[in-house]
């Protein structure tokens, strides 16, 4: 089977091919740019901390919700009979470091 195109189709043909290799070209020189690859590494490190502060927000979230949940009873009042003996040693510790700060000026 012979090649019947002609010699004008065969130069529009590659007149395409050069255009489509330009663009191609175009499209790595932009990829393999420092300007690109600095952008590029950028934005996944946005991405990375905007998923950590989220997943950070999240336990946090739940952390706090759990310690309220146990200090707080379900209409909003305060759970004494918890709330007393976290307080005491609350006191006292900072009573401990109080004395502790006093002696070492002394």
């Known amino acids: 089977m012979s090649d019947a195109r002609t010699p004008a189709q065969i130069e529009a043909d590659i007149v ?35 998923e950590t502060a989220g997943r950070a927000f999240v336990a946090v979230n739940r952390a706090v919700s759990d310690v309220r949940a ?18 005491l040693v609350a006191v006292g510790v900072i009573g401990l470091l109080a004395v ?4 070492r000026r002394d």
């Open 100 to 103: 502790s700060v006093r002696k």
């Open 70 to 87: 146990r200090f707080v009873a379900e209409d909003g009042s305060p759970r004494l009979e918890r709330l007393v003996p976290v307080a």
């Open 16 to 50: 395409r091919r050069r255009e489509q290799l330009a663009v191609t070209l175009d499209e790595i020189g932009v990829r393999m740019h420092p300007r690109t690859i600095v952008g590029d590494a950028k934005a996944k490190v946005a991405s990375t901390v905007d």
